[in-house]
């Protein structure tokens, strides 16, 4: 039997990154990107208003107060977005709106809650000091300067730097395309009534979202029957836009298991192992070749417990390392178990657990078997515990991985 550990790392062996490549920026949220991002412009572009006011000289307005206000010829109206360059001439006021150009020759601006707001004339009832509500060209960004740095994940914000300088794509590591499938003649899509011994397929939307909420990229989810011809030809039909492809179902010691059947045998490059662990022993893992194209292909247990624990414990940190993040893992630690309980000889068990992260406490939740989805839909942690432990008391830390959410 292969060891949790060694099976990781033949599945993050298999799964690679993709070259860079450069996105629009609705599609670079969330990447991570492959290189600095140089400023073309300077940030503002050019000195303009930081309030709605009256562009004026400083001279013109030293002796204005409440008491003795001093009126000034409103010269010029400059809007948010006005292209043509003025000047101010002295002994005259423009009406500024916070963004506009700020006209040449003015010193200042007077905010129009210092003002009558007049459009005529205005009558400035506080005096100014140089530069006063004035946001000059370059102070955010001077164009040259590295804004942006490989290996930073592109946030919103980082969006919205990019696009305020004027920067319509990012070079970036691109979300790998992953194919989701599920095996077996027994299932049928939800919303479909059930005949006597079918069940409803659950496994394609669950590590579909897994997929996603991992990062990547679903390419599709499709179903197919236990039918090598079928299964290959399913396979077949998407193999040309995935980057990896995550099968369930199918791998395990019966008859009619349509994955080994399919890719197994001598030839075969997809090795079908036993991993020491539980939930989730029969596990597979290769390449597959159609024409010229080499995709890896992990196949997971069908269970849906087995297979979202082994998406969890072998995919998840790969796929996401494979997209340059820098905290690929969940993050571990240590919690102290509520209750004792027991775990076979041999092999690793994941038990779903809740976590309380105050108080740095677990306890186990629901059975160890891997058909019990109800438990791990209310978990939001794993219990790790090692292939040498049989027993464990309450009250002894216990080693988890935190699956995030409250
Ligand atoms: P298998 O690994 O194909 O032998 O499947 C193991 C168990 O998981 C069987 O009870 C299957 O019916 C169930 N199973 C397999 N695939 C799915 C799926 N996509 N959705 C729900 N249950 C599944
Ligand atoms: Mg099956």
């Not at 930073?152 to 305020?164: D, E, H, M, N």
């Not at 009534?193 to 659950?202: A, N």
């Not at 199918?250 to 539980?278: H, I, N, R, T």
């Not at 390392?321 to 309980?341: I, K, N, W, Y």
Request: contains cysteine.
């Amino acid at each position: 039997m292969r060891t949790v550990p060694e099976h990781q790392r033949v599945v993050a062996d298999l799964i690679a990154a993709r070259p860079a490549a450069t996105l629009p920026l609705s599609e670079a949220e969330g990447l991570v990107l492959t290189a600095d991002v140089v400023a073309d412009l300077s940030l503002p572009g050019f000195d303009n208003s930081a309030m709605d006011g009256y562009a004026v000289r400083v001279e013109d307005v030293a002796t204005a107060s409440a008491e003795t206000p001093v009126e000034l010829p409103v010269a010029e109206d400059i809007p948010a977005g006005r292209t043509d360059a003025l000047t101010l001439r002295p002994g005259t006021a423009h009406r500024i709106m916070t963004g506009a150009p700020l006209p040449a020759g003015a010193t200042t601006v007077v905010p129009v809650e210092a003002t009558d707001a007049g459009t005529e004339t205005v009558e400035i009832r506080a005096a100014a000091e140089p530069g006063r509500h004035i946001r000059r060209a370059g102070e955010d960004v001077t164009a040259g300067t590295t804004v942006l740095r490989a290996g930073q994940i592109v946030t919103p914000a980082a969006l919205g730097l990019a696009a305020a300088l004027g920067i319509g794509e990012l070079t970036v590591r691109p979300r790998p395309r992953v194919l989701v499938m599920s095996t077996g003649t027994e299932l049928v899509a939800p919303g479909t009534p059930l005949q006597p011994g079918q069940i409803y397929e659950s496994n394609a939307v669950m590590l579909a979202a897994a997929v996603r909420e991992a990062g990547a990229e679903v390419v599709a989810s499709p179903m197919a029957g236990d039918d090598v011809e079928e299964f290959r030809a399913a396979l077949a039909s998407h193999v040309g836009d995935s980057d990896l492809i995550i099968t369930t179902g199918g791998v395990s010691a019966g008859a009619y298991e349509v994955v080994k059947d399919a890719l197994g045998g001598p030839s075969a490059s997809v090795d079908f192992v036993k991993v020491a662990m539980q939930p989730g022993m029969p596990q597979g893992a290769g390449t597959l070749t159609v024409g010229e194209r080499a995709v890896p292909i992990i196949t997971l247990p069908g269970n849906p417990v087995s297979a979202l624990v082994s998406f969890e414990v072998f995919i998840r940190t790969p796929l996401r390392a494979a997209m340059d993040l820098p905290q690929p893992g969940r993050s571990h630690r240590e919690a102290v178990l509520t209750e004792a309980c027991s775990s076979p000889r041999g092999k690793r068990q994941f038990r779903r657990g809740v976590l309380d992260r105050a108080a740095g406490t677990v306890t186990s939740y629901g059975p160890p078997a891997s058909h019990h989805l109800r438990w791990l839909a209310s978990a939001n942690c794993l219990l790790e515990i090692p292939e040498d432990v049989t027993d464990i008391d309450a009250n002894t830390p216990v080693r988890v991985w935190d699956l995030g959410g409250d």
